[in-house]
């Protein structure tokens, strides 16, 4: 039964994949060039788990693969469909989905380092403290970004400030939804044993 969900997940990733692909050409073909320019960013970070594996024998697990593959597909889509403007709620739901997998890969990437560096480690309260900033400066980050591109390029990512404040509240929700759940589980464990487990998951040796 689990490898059946895992070859799902991997068709349900690949499907993702070339739905990114289409939405770049079709952006060419709107003459959407700052959209299809995000839609070839996205596949080039599609492609990171695979170059991982290749190049330096970390597998990615497909779970974490497939949930970044969906986040920069509802990034992708909402652009290029214009679903950000006609689905209310789709730049919420894009806001909070993104900060969350991105939350998580810091929470992961942090609970290795503390596995498999011995010069640095980490108690439960700082982690999760990072995780919550992290994620809000993040979500800042995507403002500025929002910002030049309706100042440079004329879009209209940035309604109002009620809708920049309102994404980087679900920038927050995302990221303490990782830090909970992540302070919960590192009561029963501490993050060196964590990062171990974690880190023979990915295929890392210590």
Not at 43 to 69: D, F, G, K, S
Not at 87 to 94: A, E, F, S
Not at 190 to 205: C, D, H, S, V, Y
Request: aromatic share 14%.
């Amino acid at each position: 039964m689990g490898k059946y969900i895992e070859e799902m997940e991997h068709i349900i990733s690949l499907i993702l994949k070339l739905a990114i692909l289409g939405l770049f050409f079709w952006s060419i073909y709107k003459g959407e060039y700052i959209w299809a320019l995000g839609c070839l960013l996205s596949l080039i970070v599609c492609m990171a788990p695979m170059i991982l594996q290749r190049r330096w024998n970390i597998h990615i697990p497909v779970e974490l693969e497939l949930l970044i593959v969906l986040a920069l597909f509802l990034h992708s889509g909402g652009g290029t469909l214009n679903a950000y403007h006609q689905i209310p709620g789709w730049d919420h739901i894009t806001h909070f989905l993104s900060t969350t997998v991105i939350s998580l890969i810091a929470f992961i990437s942090m609970a290795i380092i503390d596995a498999y560096t011995p010069a640095i480690k980490f108690n439960t309260p700082l982690l999760i403290f990072f995780i919550i900033i992290f994620s809000l400066a993040i979500g800042m980050i995507w403002e500025f970004f929002e910002f030049a591109s309706d100042l440079l390029f004329g879009t209209h990512a940035q309604l109002s400030n009620i809708d920049t404040m309102s994404d980087l509240f679900f920038d927050l929700i995302g990221g303490v939804i990782v830090a909970i759940p992540g302070a919960i589980y590192l009561k029963h464990t501490t993050p060196e044993r964590f990062g171990l487990e974690l880190g023979q998951e990915f295929g890392l040796k210590k």
